[in-house]
């Protein structure tokens, strides 16, 4: 089955700095890969998606890049406030109907004030 | 907000007891998800439902049932409960049954075995 591999476990950035979260998915099949945000004492939120036939997408501070070959895809966001520290999760849909969801481990993302 | 409701936020109970986890999902929505998130095994899927059917399993284990009632609300039965199924307990829901497009999750449930 899929297996998401996701670094790093902790990121601290100074706000303002940009921060970097990558992931890696072992099933080629996979063709949906959705970033989630989760606030303490909530449920994850999607925040960004990207599907196989795109390499890159982006909205606003938030962009998300995917290179198929290699199996991995990222997630940057620009210009860090305060507000976007919180858990991270990457996953990547697998599946009969592609319908199951595969997640990362998580980035607790830090940004310092 | 993310309109899926989650009931009891809370549940404290007994090694060997059973529980009932319940989720409505957002307006519309058909298909219902359970995820289970904990410490040292992350985010993981454990059965959706659309429309009333079973419609994918993940790492569901027999202890643990689940079904969607004609309203669409789910349910997620628990039973013979040990230590290690304490856990924060989510229920998503999104328009289709394919996984590619949006979930929303609820605020979750958090069970403490004891």
């Known amino acids: 089955g899929e297996n998401v591999e996701q670094h790093p476990s902790t990121l601290s950035v100074q706000e303002g700095d940009s921060a970097v979260i990558k992931c890696t998915y072992s099933?080629?099949?996979?063709?949906?890969f959705p970033w989630y945000k989760q606030e303490l004492g909530k449920g994850p939120q999607l925040i960004i998606d990207i599907r196989s036939n795109v390499g890159e997408k982006k909205d606003q501070r938030i962009a998300v890049t995917l290179n198929k070959t290699a199996k991995h895809f990222s997630l940057h966001i620009t210009e860090t406030q305060p507000e976007d520290s919180a858990v991270y999760f990457c996953?990547?849909?697998?599946?009969?109907?592609?319908?199951?969801?595969?997640f990362g481990a998580g980035t607790i993302l830090r940004v310092k004030s | 907000d993310s309109g899926v409701t989650q009931t009891p936020k809370h549940l404290i109970t007994a090694t060997g007891q059973r529980v009932t986890l319940r989720c409505s999902p957002r307006?519309?929505?058909?298909?219902v998800y359970w995820y289970q998130q904990s410490l040292d095994q992350g985010l993981q899927f454990l059965i959706q439902?659309?429309?009333?059917?079973?419609?994918a399993k993940g790492n569901i284990l027999e202890r643990f049932s689940a079904q969607q009632f004609p309203d669409l609300h789910s349910e997620l039965n628990l039973s013979s409960l040990e230590l290690g199924d304490s856990a924060l307990y989510f229920c998503?829901?999104?328009?289709?049954?394919?996984?590619?497009?949006?979930?929303?999750f609820g605020p979750g449930t958090r069970l403490t075995v004891l």
């Open positions: 439902y659309y429309n009333g059917e079973e419609r």
């Open positions: 998503a829901s999104s328009t289709w049954t394919s996984g590619d497009n949006e979930q929303f």
């Open positions: 307006s519309g929505d058909l298909s």
């Open positions: 996953a990547a849909v697998q599946g009969e109907y592609g319908n199951k969801l595969v």
């Open positions: 099933d080629s099949a996979s063709n949906y």
